[in-house]
């Protein structure tokens, strides 16, 4: 048997619960990776290959596919106003709609943005954000997990 003081206080934990507001959920959910770009002049390396680690003068490039939160259905350039990935030091870097492989015959589209990592920056891991924001104006940011192999890393 449940005695009296318990049942109201379950009551009374019920009723708080059902009226504490709801957490917003963020509109987007993103799903991403890093590859490698075109290589060095004079150095023969393969393109879109996954990669943490990069060496100055190399080419990062972010694939970013973002999904509404809703329905789970891909945002395309026409649903998204911009997209754009962002370096500690401020730096940004806008990210292009469009079919991968770029030429021949697509099998996928997503969002890019490619940077080409200066002769003279300086080496270590650091984070990176990517932002969104829709025709609505809703945005959401998103960052790799806080762990050295998630992040950018530029080697010697």
Known sequence: MVKPLLLSSLCAAGVLGASAPALAQPPFFFEGDMVTGRPQPGVKAPVCVLASQFRRKDMVVWRIRVLDAATGQPLDDKALKSLQVELPNGQKFGAKYGPHPPKGTPSDH???AAWEIPADYPTGTLSYTV????QQGRSATWQPFK???SQ???VP
């Open 110 to 112: 997503f969002w890019s």
């Open 131 to 134: 932002s969104a924001v829709d």
């Open 147 to 149: 762990m050295a192999p």
């Open 152 to 154: 950018l890393t530029i």
